[in-house]
């Protein structure tokens, strides 16, 4: 499975940004889906997850509420939805794939797309 992030770019704080994940090689429709970021200067950390149907989701603390994860499986793609975006949002965002049904707060993933960056700025 290959992937790419798409969506990322700069936006005021209060500001929203919709990220696309798109999947080619094979289709995603059995993996779970997982969008990370990376900040400068910082380790990379958990955003948000979905189940292969989308049927369930799960958030990191610092973003629930404000970030909607949603997947297209007839065109191969996810989305992460922002909202009321803040300055500490800023990072390079990426998403991963992952055939296995690990719990969605689970870091394990086998597949990762190359980032998009979002910039916050106040």
């Known amino acids: 499975v290959q992937l790419q992030a798409s969506g990322g770019g700069l936006v005021q704080a209060g500001g929203s940004l919709r990220l696309s994940c798109a999947a080619s090689?094979?289709?995603?429709?059995?993996?779970?889906m997982g969008w990370f970021r990376q900040a400068p200067g910082k380790e990379c950390e958990f955003v948000a997850a979905?189940?292969?149907?989308?049927?369930?989701?799960y958030y990191a603390a610092s973003v629930k509420g404000r970030f909607t994860i949603s997947r297209d499986n007839a065109n191969n793609t996810v989305y992460l939805q922002m909202n009321s975006l803040k300055p500490e949002d800023t990072a390079v965002y990426f998403c991963?794939?992952?055939?296995?049904?690990?719990?969605?707060?689970?870091?394990?993933?086998?597949?990762w797309g190359r980032g998009t960056l979002v910039t916050v700025s106040s």
């Open positions: 090689g094979r289709t995603i429709s059995t993996y779970r």
């Open positions: 991963a794939a992952d055939p296995r049904a690990y719990t969605l707060g689970s870091s394990a993933y086998i597949h």
């Open positions: 979905t189940t292969s149907t989308g049927s369930s989701t």
